[in-house]
């Protein structure tokens, strides 16, 4: 069965700091993994995607992911954060082989990222 | 255009009550989602239909009834809900189930509170 962990369920930087928010995955096989943004009473928006392409993914508001097979992670992060970037973080995974968990999501507990002048 | 819409937003329902969550995209996806998010929670998959005909669901209640009208329209009709419902609950579509590569887009969910 997969799952996905995320290191820290709160995070907090400085306006204009690198931003780094942890997950890793555990799976037989590499998944597919997404990182989703909540802002508050918001639905999620997607941030990124891996499906195999490339190894390092660059999403929207200038996040980027590395997919890193060997220490199973899909880090994400931000050069730069910004104040509007404090919402919560959600990193997910859906299998790319088949089972009963093929086409489903499964969501780590989320990180809720806090950015301060 | 990638937007999913919810009607309505805020809803507020006694526990004898039957109302019903709409969901529209037009995406021309062919799966469409409910998710149910607790507060400090991240979502849990509730139903799942693919090409209008209901392929999961994860043992939800049957006071919880969904239905895909087409390919566009997703409805969650409710009943006789218990204050542990209350919850905001997230639509989601994507272009196909089966093919986990393909994203899900969300909508900005329904919070309901059962009183």
């Known amino acids: 069965a997969q799952s996905v962990t995320q290191l820290g369920s709160h995070v907090s930087v400085s306006e204009g700091a690198l931003v780094l928010l942890r997950c890793n995955y555990s799976?037989?096989?590499?998944?597919?993994l997404f990182w989703y943004v909540q802002y508050p009473n918001q639905g999620l928006q997607l941030l990124l995607k891996?499906?195999?392409?490339?190894?390092l993914v660059k999403g929207i508001n200038g996040f980027e992911a590395e997919f890193k097979k060997s220490e199973t992670s899909f880090h994400l992060t931000k050069p730069s954060a910004h104040m509007s970037d404090a919402a919560e973080y959600f990193c997910?995974?859906?299998?790319?082989?088949?089972?009963?968990?093929?086409?489903?999501?499964?969501f780590g507990q989320g990180t809720i990222l806090t950015v301060h002048p | 255009d990638t937007e999913v819409t919810q009607t309505p937003k805020h809803l507020v329902m006694g526990m004898t009550n039957k109302k019903s969550l709409k969901c529209e995209q037009h995406?021309?996806?062919?799966?469409m989602y409910w998710y149910k998010q607790k507060a400090k929670k991240p979502p849990e998959l509730m139903f799942v239909?693919?090409?209008?005909?209901?392929?999961i669901n994860e043992s939800v209640p049957s006071r919880f009834s969904p239905e895909c009208p087409n390919s566009s329209l997703l409805n969650l009709h409710l009943h006789a809900l218990q204050p542990e419902d209350s919850a905001l609950y997230l639509c989601?579509?994507?272009?196909?189930?089966?093919?986990?590569?393909?994203?899900?887009?969300f909508g900005p969910g329904t919070r309901l509170t059962v009183t």
């Open positions: 989601a579509s994507s272009q196909a189930w089966a093919a986990s590569s393909y994203e899900q887009y």
């Open positions: 799976s037989s096989v590499p998944p597919y």
């Open positions: 891996y499906t195999s392409a490339a190894t």
């Open positions: 997910a995974v859906s299998p790319n082989a088949g089972g009963t968990s093929y086409g489903k999501l499964t």
């Open positions: 995406m021309g996806h062919r799966a």
């Open positions: 239909y693919s090409y209008e005909k209901l392929s």
